[in-house]
């Protein structure tokens, strides 16, 4: 099924926002060892709400779950995010691409696009490093920048893009020198140059380069079905175009369509036990896109949209669950979507009320 919507902008009330920690800004390299997500004090008069990925790729290391967390906070939210990440010959590399900063612009998050400059030889496999860690430095001129910067996180965000080149180039050097001093053999130099150098034909290139992976990417995960995911519907691509004529491209794990609605269903499942707090988080930040879809058409059919979130478990007792599952019932509620509960094949719970009879027992 591929669908196809609009987005003006985003209402949301997140409720499941963990307290973050607050670290003052001579402490930053440490709050980054430490924290996925955190407020740091710059001064008496400034604060930002600071996430930080792993890797620019979104499905490593939770980093929807990261930004998430940051979403109550009141003043600018900032999120940092690797240009790219070379985890040497016997590891992954990961290059950003330009629909991520795309979201973080309509979530209002301001994107500072970083490199590692350290890392330590991996104590199992030969070709490939951990523990990397950003250029400090770098990051703090950022935010020192950023301070006084008046427009919104779009123009922000262009501004990072269009110095992408550049801090490729920084990270590229810094991997030849982790590779020199840890011995390490690192992915083809020559392809990241390549891709270098499709960055440094401008934002227009590196949009449609990055489109066509997300594309390609996209195609993919509609045709890999995991079990984990335990589905019951169909899959779909999504493809949002929002009002500055961006495009992003996702996947919903089910679409099911009943009347003249489509039910959007993002799934989360575990074997063992409950969905942990990243993973809906997670689904969250979907549940943020899907509720605010305008023009949602299949086939070039207009349809309303109902967005689900879907956990599933073998969990015999959610005692332990209730405060989650109260600010879950609360967002869901605030922000009218769907959230249903399912335990071996049973609806054990949905809020607000419960689905009607037919696409209950499709969903099942």
């Not at 180039?169 to 392809?191: C, G, R, T, W």
């Not at 879950?328 to 979507?337: D, M």
Request: hydrophobic share 35%; net charge positive; glycine share 4%.
């Amino acid at each position: 099924m591929e669908i196809s919507a609009k987005i003006d902008g985003i209402k949301y009330e997140p409720k499941l926002c963990r307290k973050l920690n607050t670290y003052n800004y001579n402490q930053l390299g440490h709050a980054l060892s430490v924290d996925a997500s955190f407020l740091l004090k710059i001064d008496e008069n400034n604060k930002i709400a600071l996430s930080w990925w792993v890797s620019p790729k979104r499905t490593r290391s939770y980093p929807y779950a990261r930004v998430y967390d940051t979403l109550n906070f009141q003043g600018k939210k900032v999120t940092i995010i690797p240009v790219f990440k070379d985890e040497g010959k016997d590891g992954d590399r990961d290059f950003l691409q330009w629909d991520t900063i795309s979201l973080m612009s309509l979530l209002g998050i301001y994107t500072i696009v970083a490199y590692y400059k350290y890392a330590e030889k991996s104590s199992r496999y030969a070709n490939k490093i951990t523990n990397q860690q950003f250029d400090i430095c770098y990051i703090k001129d950022q935010i020192k920048n950023l301070l006084s910067y008046q427009s919104d996180a779009l123009h922000w965000n262009i501004c990072q893009i269009e110095q992408v080149n550049k801090i490729a180039q920084f990270a590229l050097e810094y991997y030849k020198k982790i590779s020199e001093n840890l011995k390490v053999e690192m992915h083809s130099e020559s392809s990241a140059e390549q891709r270098i150098q499709e960055l440094n034909k401008g934002i227009e290139n590196f949009k449609n380069l990055s489109r066509s992976l997300a594309e390609q990417a996209q195609n993919r995960e509609l045709m890999t079905i995991q079990p984990k995911e335990n589905l019951s519907g169909n899959k779909a691509t999504i493809t949002i175009k929002n009002y500055l004529g961006g495009f992003y491209y996702f996947t919903c794990d089910e679409a099911i369509i009943e009347n003249d609605t489509v039910y959007l269903i993002e799934g989360k499942h575990s074997q063992k036990k409950f969905p942990s707090g990243e993973d809906i988080k997670d689904g969250l930040v979907k549940m943020i896109l899907f509720k605010n879809l305008k023009e949602v058409t299949i086939n070039g059919k207009l349809y309303k949209h109902k967005p689900v979130l879907k956990l599933t478990c073998n969990i015999e007792n959610l005692e332990s669950k209730l405060d989650l599952l109260k600010k879950l019932e609360e967002e869901t509620k605030t922000n009218c979507f769907k959230t249903i509960i399912i335990r071996k094949n049973k609806l054990i719970c949905s809020f607000p009320g419960i689905l009607n009879n037919p696409l209950s027992l499709i969903i099942l």
